[in-house]
């Protein structure tokens, strides 16, 4: 039966394609290394545990009221000194905004700045921004990266697009690629942010920016995280900065996120968050401002939990530097932060030892998972271009120890080509 134009043309992402394909295999009883998922395995990477305990008081205390359009104040407290202390940079909690998850806060950004058929400018591969412009009839502008750049956008790549765009979407550290901005390559986007506002003039609607940091407190030793406010304060008035638990604490599932930027944009946000009530329960609002408010805390979680998995990505890294030292077709750019490694493989063109050419990147992916018995997902469902070579392998899930056996299989699969 016939459902809205927008519900009837949303397609499923391609990555649940794979994912029933793998669990099918999993199913059946095959060694698989699956590396696909960007969530946390709870048993390896567990939550604060301080969180936990600060959890269950709440709803110990009946703390199972409804917690406010907003958010609680003890929440956007903690969330403001965590960015005083981590970014250098201090929003008034009236400018903070709690919702379930950073999701909705995207959502509502988007919605609060693009009208139907505007242009949202974000660079490629990057992390959804394909369905929210979907979402909010909005035109779609992907700007493909390069991996000189670890996949990050230039200012010099962004310029062309953003004389007539609604927004500019960037994330860092970046899903999928697991790099960074490096500081001068933001305070230039920032800067032609601001320019392009100072033509626009006070009449038109501003250049707005959106900035996703869920994984910003992920960075490994020597990696600076620069923030855009702090890089270039008169961002200030267009810029609107989304993150919250789900990955800097490992924390998907327990849906508390926070936003925050100037009021007229933290309003709008606010208002969508209600209409769809994506607040954050109010036992892990609670819970979550205890928690941010204990700097000591939070870096005693942080520390880590960033070895460990700086450990799982170095090891993946490794493994493909000395891959490609044996002369096979592989690279990878080094770990900089989150859950993420970039890799690249080159399949496709190569004869598999049945005789078949693997044609396309549809087969190469398919060699992957049914001959190397490995998931890792293709840049091309991120947006880059279905030729790209390059692919996300995500370590939430992984135990270091199943490491080794990961890198044996692709490489047993890899050196079976021709
Ligand atoms: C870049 C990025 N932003 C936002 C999210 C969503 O996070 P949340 O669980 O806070 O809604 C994800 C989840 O994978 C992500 O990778």
Redesign the pocket.
Known sequence: MKLSKIAGETSQPPILRVAAQINEKIARGETFHNFTI?DFDGRIFPIPALLTDYVVDSYRDHQTNYPGPVGLPGLRDGVRQLVRRYAGVDYDVSQIQISS???PL?YGMYRAVVDPGDKVVFPVPS?MNDAYCHLCAAQPVPVPTRPQNHFMPTAAELEPYLADAAMLAL?SPQ?PTGTVFAADQLREICELVVAENRRRGPDEKPLYVLF?Q?YWLLTFDGIEYPHPAALCPEIQDYLFCAD?L?KSFAG?GVRV?WGYGPAHLVRSVSDTVAYIGAWAPKPEQIATGRFLEDLDAVDAFLVPFRVALHDRLRAIYDGFQAMKARGLDVDAIAPQAGIYLTVRINLVGKRTASGQVLQSNEDALAYLLDEARVGILPFSFFGAADESQWYRISVGTCRLETVPALLQSLEKALSALQ
């Open positions: 960007g998850g950073s999701r995207i992390w994330c899903n996703d869920v919250g789900s998907t996120g």
